[in-house]
Nanobody, 116 residues
Framework: QVQLEESGGGLVQAGGSLRLSCAAS????????MGWYRQAPGKQRELVAS???????NYADSVKGRFTISTDNPKNTVYLQMNSLKPEDTAVYYC??????????WGQGTQVTVSS
């Protein structure tokens, strides 16, 4: 059974930084595509960033140059470093793990609030 546990959200002023972490249990982490998504009130969930098993990354245009996704395989953890945060980055951020068609899992979500 694979489970995801997120941490690192909080309240920050515009221009500040936060780092989100998502730790995965089980043995499939290093074989999975990991992603961070976010959902703001009244909006659909959207992809923020993803990283494949080969280390290839993909970012939403709105966060390019400000956010960085990375993994620590020995720790089964994926990170999202968020710099130069803007009020429009305020949302609940979710970690996602995709392992072929076997798993498509979500974390519980962590709130990020950026004040102006």
């Amino acid at each position: 059974q694979v489970q995801l546990e997120e941490s690192g959200g909080g309240l920050v002023q515009a221009g500040g930084s936060l780092r989100l972490s998502c730790a995965a249990s089980g043995s499939v982490f290093r074989l999975s595509t990991m992603g961070w998504y976010r959902q703001a009130p009244g909006k659909q969930r959207e992809l923020v960033a993803s990283i494949t098993v080969t280390g290839s990354t993909n970012y939403a245009d709105s966060v390019k140059g400000r956010f960085t996704i990375s993994t620590d395989n020995p720790k089964n953890t994926v990170y999202l470093q968020m710099n130069s945060l803007k009020p429009e980055d305020t949302a609940v951020y979710y970690c996602n793990l995709k392992y072929y068609t076997v798993y498509d899992l979500w974390g519980q979500g962590t709130q990020v609030t950026v004040s102006s």
